[in-house]
């Protein structure tokens, strides 16, 4: 499948695109030491694009991820009913969410007590405006759990 707009053409990333990847990686110090495999070899729910413009030479490389943003209410059971609610029906969610493709979940609150549990408790990392967690291969996914995650140094320091 391909798209266009304006002048441009974008087509999904192929084996043909690793030579200019390595290229483009060597010389860009936020991207040092990346696997051209991060563009190439793709998990479920994921997928990498290339941005070419009328002469045919890539201008940009995207890739994109499923993720769910979760919207929470809890009701009037207590506080060890929620807690227990939360932590097992979070490894359900989570079940769920992988089955179908989603590469992680995306939350927000201002309730600094749900907060603390999410980051201590659930696996969950504070984001800009946001706490998340990426979902983890399922079974069927391992043989690509090398490539989880995998992310370039800068890309993580924010860079």
Known sequence: MTFAFDRFHVRPTEERDRA?????????????????NYFLHLLPGEDAWAIENE?????????????ARLAMLFG????????????????????VLARNRFRQI?????????RSMALR???????????G??????????SMAALWNRLPQ?????G
């Open 20 to 36: 200019y990847l390595e290229a483009l990686i060597a010389k860009d110090r936020y991207h040092a030491g990346m696997d051209p």
């Open 55 to 67: 002469r045919g030479r890539v201008v940009l490389y995207f890739r994109t991820s499923v993720a």
């Open 76 to 95: 009037d059971e207590g506080r060890l009913e929620n807690y227990r609610a939360l932590t097992e029906g979070m490894t359900w969610i989570e079940g």
């Open 106 to 114: 995306i939350f927000d609150t201002e309730g600094q007590e749900l």
């Open 121 to 131: 408790r659930l696996g969950f990392l504070e984001l800009p405006n946001a706490l």
């Open 133 to 142: 967690r990426s979902i983890h291969p399922t079974a069927i996914d391992e």
């Open 154 to 158: 800068a890309s993580r320091d924010g």
